[in-house]
């Protein structure tokens, strides 16, 4: 609950700034962002975001999923340390290659943030899916239940709160990583903190960052609840034991 | 019924697990493989369900071959309990329990009985475990449910894989003695692992003893105890392997009537020269027609006290059912070397004596035609 207080202060907090600094109107001689470019610029940031996120969970669960396949195994280890490299490389580099090679734009933007974000989600699916219990696979077998039986009704299942962790962590960053992408002129906030940066006036860069701001920690809040709501009951007992023990 | 039949398994890397193995399973047997680790008794009871393929040879169950049958219609008629359990722990008690049920689309109500019905033969209160998660349990608790859950659809084999293993050995022996009650009740044939001669000697009707992939000696466990086969079984049984036999027989099999038993009214000095004329070291005191109240030393008799204040009450006492193994334990803490049998209703019924079982421990070495503890109950 205090949890819940704390982000509802913090989006006010950031929200207010921002309604503040829109309406300022002008700054010596630089005019503010109208409230309709504000907005306009918001729903381009949740596009970029939501587009590259999408895509990135529907491939990186499957891929996650493939490479503790028996058959594709042997490309886990590659497949892995591509995931765990890819991660170690800025933000600024991916958006910069990806203008290179597609151009400037939101497509170029897309594409970069959908690479940049898949591969927690491969990476938590693929430990998901392995930490499973060895013990819990084999009597599942061993009654009777087919391969996808185990796949649905106990792997998935169990792998579901792990992988969702991924999905956050991912979603979380590519808000950041998005208004990063204002530079290469696919639109959003980063747009306004560019601008005000071009031209050193500080309320502009505040009428674009608060609201990114905001809406990382609104989206980790609200990705936060769906995680513990995707967590099987079970698992939450688990956890609230062995934090208990502590 | 099981039927092996020169079975064979060679895993890819070249070893050979199991090596042109053929035994017999019965209808309603405890059978159970004993081996070191190693020596391919899990991975024969694997076969069985197909967990792991056999590369020669061929299984029956119930005459049919077991490649003929669809793998996971077999499986489900197949009860399966592990050492680690594997309780499913994103799924509540019942519905671990019903798991094979739910597998065979079972009506949900259907399901939910059936749990309640298991967890009661396995001494789990429903009401209070049906919703709970597994986490929620305690190791033995666990076992129960593992337990309850290979009985699922009522199958009638079941395949156990040291089921009582990773537990406490005193939960172990509770567990044990209670499957023994169920297994009476239930008669499923049963392949049972294990690497603990003395589960092997206590659970089974008949103990199939594995080395390095092939059967050494397949017999009941009297057999096993009193004629090992080879060396290799020899060391196996142990040393002990005839104390290890008392645990196959209860003090009902061997105890004899009390010599002499005295009421508590009857004149000390009666009692006293009765004694001395049989030359009886010690009389039972009873009251209320059987009501054990202690032992009556010749030599405590005295004229002025009455034979309740002469007696020594007992510190021990043993029931019919206690297995000889027990008994004896207890016969070095009772006071007088002798153990009193009493039933249900603290009635004396019977005594041992160190002679008594020094006489069944010199027969069980030369003949072995004592029944094992399994089949009785």
């Known amino acids: ?246 | 019924m099981i039927r092996l039949d020169h079975v064979g398994k060679t895993f890819s890397d070249g070893t050979e697990a199991v090596k042109d193995l053929s035994m017999e399973i019965n209808e309603g047997e405890f059978c159970v493989l004993l081996g070191p680790s190693g020596c391919g008794k899990t991975t024969t009871m694997k076969m069985i369900n197909r967990l792991i393929s056999l590369t020669s040879g061929k299984i029956c169950v119930d005459g049919v071959d077991i490649y003929n049958l669809d793998q996971n219609e077999l499986r489900m008629g197949i009860g399966y309990a592990i050492q680690n359990i594997g309780l499913f722990p994103h799924l509540t008690v019942w519905q671990n329990i019903a798991t094979v049920p739910m597998l065979k689309k079972w009506p949900k109500t259907k399901q939910h009985e059936r749990a309640e019905e298991l967890l009661e033969l396995v001494g789990m209160e429903p009401d209070t475990f049906i919703d709970r998660y597994p986490s929620e349990l305690s190791g033995g608790q666990q076992q129960r449910i593992g337990v309850a859950r290979c009985l699922g659809a009522d199958p009638p084999i079941l395949l156990m894989d040291e089921p009582f293993g990773a537990i406490d050995p005193i939960t172990r022996a509770k567990l044990q003695d209670e499957f023994l009650k169920i297994q009476a009740k239930i008669k499923k044939t049963i392949a049972f692992v294990t690497h603990d001669i003395n589960e092997a000697i206590k659970m089974g009707d008949r103990i199939a003893l594995m080395r390095a992939g092939e059967l050494v000696q397949f017999s009941d466990p009297s057999t096993l105890l009193s004629s090992p086969k080879d060396e290799f079984v020899r060391d196996f049984v142990g040393a002990d392997s005839v104390l290890k036999g008392l645990r196959l027989l209860r003090a009902k099999d061997v105890m004899q009537p009390p010599p002499l038993t005295v009421e508590v009214h009857e004149n000390p000095m009666l009692v006293k020269a009765r004694m001395e004329k049989d030359r009886i070291g010690w009389a039972m005191l009873t009251e209320d027609e059987g009501h054990f109240l202690g032992w009556v030393s010749c030599d405590d008799l005295q004229e002025s006290k009455s034979i309740r204040d002469t007696a020594t009450p007992p510190t021990v006492t043993g029931t019919p059912d206690t297995p000889l193994n027990e008994a004896l334990s207890k016969m070095f803490d009772s006071a007088i070397g002798n153990l009193a049998i009493l039933d249900n209703g603290e009635r004396l019924v019977g005594v041992l004596s160190f002679e008594i079982i020094r006489d069944v421990l010199g027969q069980s070495v030369s003949e072995a035609k004592v029944e094992p503890c399994g089949e009785e109950q």
Request: a positive charge; proline letters at 4%; one cysteine or more.
């Open chain 1, 1 to 246: 609950m205090k949890r819940y207080m704390t982000v509802g202060l913090l989006l006010a907090l950031l929200c207010g700034i921002t309604i503040w600094m829109t309406s300022l109107g002008q700054v010596g001689i630089f005019k503010m962002f109208p409230p309709m470019k504000v907005v306009g610029a918001a729903l381009r940031h949740v596009q970029i975001v939501a587009v590259a996120e999408v895509m990135a969970v529907v491939m990186g669960i499957l891929i996650g999923f493939l490479a503790t396949r028996r058959t594709f195994r042997f490309i886990s280890p590659v497949l892995l340390g591509i995931a765990n490299v890819g991660q170690t490389v800025p933000t600024l580099a991916f958006i910069g290659i990806a203008s290179v090679l597609l151009g400037m734009g939101y497509n170029a933007a897309v594409v970069a943030l959908f690479f940049y974000a898949i591969l927690p989600i491969i990476r938590n699916t693929y430990a998901g899916i392995r930490s499973v219990d060895p013990a819990v696979k084999e009597a599942a077998q061993g009654m009777g239940m087919s391969r996808q039986q185990v796949t649905w009704k106990v792997e998935l299942p169990l792998a579901r709160p792990v992988i969702m962790a991924g999905i956050r962590t991912s979603a979380v960053v590519n808000v950041g990583t998005a208004a990063v992408a204002g530079m290469i002129g696919a639109g959003g906030f980063g747009v306004l903190i560019m601008t005000g940066l071009a031209v050193r006036v500080m309320p502009i860069v505040i009428q674009g960052a608060a609201p990114t701001a905001a809406m990382a920690i609104g989206l980790d809040a609200i990705l936060g609840k769906v995680e513990d709501w995707m967590t099987p009951r079970g698992l939450m007992v688990l956890k609230l034991a062995q934090w208990q023990q502590q």
